[in-house]
Structure formats: structure tokens, C-alpha cells
């Protein structure tokens, strides 16, 4: 799971309620739009405090930023019915969050599942945004040895879904013996948002995290400007895999070194350098010749 680096939001950042015909969604926003407007979508068992440490820098950078919870996911309500977190449902809830946020087409990026929920939605309709970015999420199901534990953790939230503190307890007794152990603010922040998020969205979601079919063929073929970006390392879908995905999809390579499946929390200054570039370079890129597509990959720490 993502740990966010930072709990408080930046002075420059508000939260408040989105509203659309989908429902009520908790967001936090940050800068004015004097570049564009960028969606960021969490990933499983995460929200949007994932993002937190990215609001400061693009908005500095010149650009508004909306950090959204999903249905059902901490912040965000739900109800307790599962067929209500199908990805086509998601998808939905994601081209209404997009069309609410009023400010005609915008960067979109999906972290980890929410990168799923992206690409489903630039494959529905992807006149609302003007780039994509996936973020630590590859082109299919995620790797073996984690789809296993994925559903294990659905099985136990099938049985368990009234006793979610049960639950939490059983997975963090499984955590590595040399995991660092988190600050009493942070371990708190994160049970806190494991019990608010609603069972049947993490049993959903965690289904289609072991399911999911490869739909980079069909995604190669959406005339939108993409970005594969991640840490050097990856236990969801390994880095060679991402390596592959982004020369079938034709889209632009980034790694910020020294981290792994959440760049966004463990190096959001250079995680937001890096998009930046990437958006500026589309928007120029627009402007030069009219056209959208993406281009190969540039910079020292692309692939």
C-alpha cells in the first residue's frame, strides 16, 4: 500500500466534496490551471492522500491538480454492494470526476489499480483528457506471487467483511519482519482509512487486480499522449514488464530511481518533475503540429 510522506495538507491545497450525477467524491485540489488541469486516481487499498506529496510541486509547476477518492474508498461513499465496483462502474464515476472538474480536457493519471480504471476509461471515451499517464500499473493481471496474496486478502474479506479491524490486524501480522516500522500518526492514518473504505469495493477491485485481461493492443490504438511511469523496482508488475508495455503502446518512459511501487509517495519532487515535463511536452508537442500521440522516450532516467 501506499504510505503517503506527509498527512497535512500544503497550505496552497483544500479539500472539498465533488459533486456529479455519479455521486459524491472527496478530493483534494491544489494550484490554478495556467498549464491544465491533471486527475489523479489512487490505487487498491490507497486514496488520495497517496498524492499528497505531488499537490505542492505541480502546482507550482503551473498546473491544477485534483486528487480524487474513488466510490467506496475512504473518504468517498459506497454502497455495500459489490456489482457497484465493477470497473465499468469505475469507469463511469471517472468520466463523470473528469467532466465536473469543469476544466475541458485534462491529464489523467492512474497509480497501481487506478491506472486500470484509467486506461478503461480512455478506452470508453477519451475525449476528456488530453494525456495519460499510468503509474506503477502494467498491462494485465498483476504479477503471480501477488495475485496470490490479492486473493487471499478477498478470500478473508469475504468471511471477514463485518470484522475489517480483524482483518487489518491479520494482514499487518503477515508484514516482513524487516518492514520499518511507521510512525504512530502514520499507522493510525492508515487503519483509519482501511476501516472507511467500504469491504465490497476491496473485494471487487481486488478481483479485477487478479483478472484483468492485457488491453495494450486496443490502448496503442487511442491517439492520446502517454507516459509509463515507476520506480526502479516493482513488486506488482515488474519493471521489465512496464519496459514493454510502454515501446507496445508507443508512449514515453519514466523511472525515478530509488523507489518502488509508489514514486508518487516515496519521491514526489522528482515524480512531479517528471510528469511536468511529460504534460509540458505534450502541450508543446499540440501546439507545434495539431497532433496528440505520444513520442519515444527521452531523458536520463527514461527507457
Known sequence: MSKPPRLTLPSAARAYTLRTPRGDFAVHEAGEPARGTALLVPGFTGSKEDFIGLLEPLAAAGYRVLAIDGRGQHQSPGPRDEAAYALDELTADLLAQAKAADAGRVHLLGHSFGGLVARAA?????????????MSSGPAAIAPDQQARTELLVAALEVMREDMPGVWEAMRAHDAEDT?????????????????????????????????????AELAGVDLPKLVLSGSVDYAWPVPLLDDMALRLGARRRVIPGTAHSPNAEDPEATARALAEFWDGAAGAAGA???TGATGATGATSR
Open 180 to 216: 520499518a516500522a511507521d510512525s504512530p500518526e502514520l499507522a493510525a492514518f492508515l487503519r483509519d482509512r482501511w476501516l472507511a473504505t467500504v469491504p465490497e469495493q476491496l473485494i471487487a477491485t481486488g478481483r479485477v487486480l487478479v483478472s484483468e485481461p492485457d488491453r495494450v
Open 122 to 134: 480512455v478506452l470508453r471515451d477519451a475525449t476528456p483528457f488530453r494525456t495519460l499517464t499510468l
Open 289 to 291: 503540429d495539431g497532433a
